[in-house]
């Protein structure tokens, strides 16, 4: 069963010439770097099925990069935003040796995934940024509380976000906000992880507000985040964490 891949993700592997084929090792080193992630993961894992590592190699430089950081400033890869956006949410980035750990664990984490394949993990082919959001945030939590006992309390950056939900974030609830942000439907989750755990702007023309990142509307996203903050708001995790503080 295939998939449902975000709907320009289906028209961009619908118009890939056959995989394998030389047109299609010159189409993506072409048009590789507009393709969705979805459609990236796509073609690793078919051409991981030919065995055919000119196409692996070509999809992965555009959807992950060299495997390394590199300066601030560089211009980074799908899957790079992603790590680099959780990594500053734990606050990796001040600490550079932290920082490359995660970075390379969540790499890590992110193949093992891509090449478990589409009938054991189809959400990546689906959501690839929601998939590899919540695998990272996997990987950074025992990064963090391994990491927050060597270094000095007052150094740690403050958990914080918009609105009552980010309010109550920021008080020791972290843990317990995320879990129930993922048991969401997919498209709810995503929308609740950019708004109110990353703290992106819904209705901004910038690439990264949530409506650009989710390619709808801020209608749309306006309306999942409403249902997200009802279900939320239904949870017993988080109903009794509202109510302690």
């Known amino acids: 069963m295939e998939p449902e891949r975000p709907s320009k993700s289906a028209a961009e592997i619908a118009t890939l010439p056959p995989m394998g084929s030389t ?26 099925g030919i065995r055919n590592t000119e196409l692996i190699q070509l999809a992965s430089m555009h959807l992950v990069g ?5 300066p601030p400033g560089t211009t980074r890869t799908h899957a790079e935003r992603v790590i680099l956006s959780v990594a500053r949410r734990f606050g990796f980035n ?14 890590d984490g992110m193949w093992d995934a891509i090449l478990a394949g589409r009938s054991r993990k189809p959400f990546w082919e689906a959501s690839f940024r929601n ?23 007052e150094t ?20 317990t906000i995320l879990e129930a942000i993922r048991k969401l439907p997919p498209s709810e989750a995503q929308a609740s992880m ?30 999942l985040l409403a249902n997200a903050r009802r279900r939320l708001a239904q949870d017993p995790a988080v109903r009794a964490l509202r109510e302690a503080s």
Not at 94 to 107: G, M, S, T
Not at 204 to 221: E, F, I
Request: charged share 25%; with cysteine; aromatic share 8%.
């Open 23 to 48: 047109e299609c090792a010159q189409f993506l080193r072409g048009a590789g770097p507009s393709l969705e992630p979805e459609t990236l993961v796509y073609v690793i894992r078919e051409a991981t």
């Open 66 to 70: 060299t495997g390394d950081l590199g």
């Open 94 to 107: 001040r600490d550079p040796a932290v920082l490359d750990e995660f970075f390379r664990a969540c790499f």
């Open 131 to 153: 998939a590899l959001y919540s695998k990272c945030i996997d990987i950074g939590r025992p990064v963090y509380h391994r990491w927050r006992k060597d270094v000095p309390i």
């Open 156 to 175: 740690l950056p403050p958990l914080s976000g918009p609105d009552v939900l980010g309010q109550t974030l920021a008080l020791m609830g972290e843990e």
């Open 194 to 223: 950019l708004h109110w755990v990353e703290a992106r702007p819904v209705d901004s023309p910038d690439p990264g507000s949530v409506k650009n990142l989710m390619g709808l509307s801020a209608r749309q996203v306006h309306n």
